[in-house]
């Protein structure tokens, strides 16, 4: 690449604003709803040693790979074993 080309390039970033946090963006929407976690979360208290299988056969529309982000990431539950369970039940 030649000098001119690089110079070209420096100059051309200099002028972006750099910005490392992410913004906003159209597109999908997320599935994860504040009353679909809600919801998970009332089966789960109905029965504390769950899996992501019976969760999956209660909420057949929601994909088990977005149950276990609702379960590890937004209730905070452990896995124990094969099963799940919550630090606050402990």
Same mark, same amino acid.
């Given at each position: 690449? @030649? =000098?001119?080309?690089?110079?070209? #390039? ?10 490392? &946090? !992410? %913004? =906003?963006? @159209?597109?999908?929407? $997320?599935?994860?709803? %504040?009353? +679909? ?8 208290? =109905?029965?504390? *040693?769950? @899996?992501? $299988?019976?969760? $999956? !056969? =209660? *909420? ?7 149950? /276990?982000?609702?379960? $590890? %990431? &937004?209730? !905070? /539950?452990?896995? +124990?074993? @094969?099963? #799940?369970?919550?630090?606050? *039940?402990?």
């Amino acid at each position: 690449m @030649s =000098e001119g080309m690089v110079r070209k #390039w420096v100059g051309a970033f200099k002028d972006v604003p750099t910005n490392i &946090h !992410n %913004e =906003e963006r @159209s597109g999908r929407p $997320s599935v994860i709803t %504040e009353d +679909l976690v809600q919801k998970v979360d009332g089966k789960v208290r =109905e029965n504390r *040693f769950f @899996s992501i $299988s019976t969760l $999956s !056969n =209660e *909420f057949p529309q929601v994909s088990r790979s977005v149950l /276990y982000g609702i379960v $590890s %990431e &937004h209730l !905070n /539950y452990l896995k +124990l074993c @094969s099963r #799940w369970t919550g630090g606050r *039940f402990l």
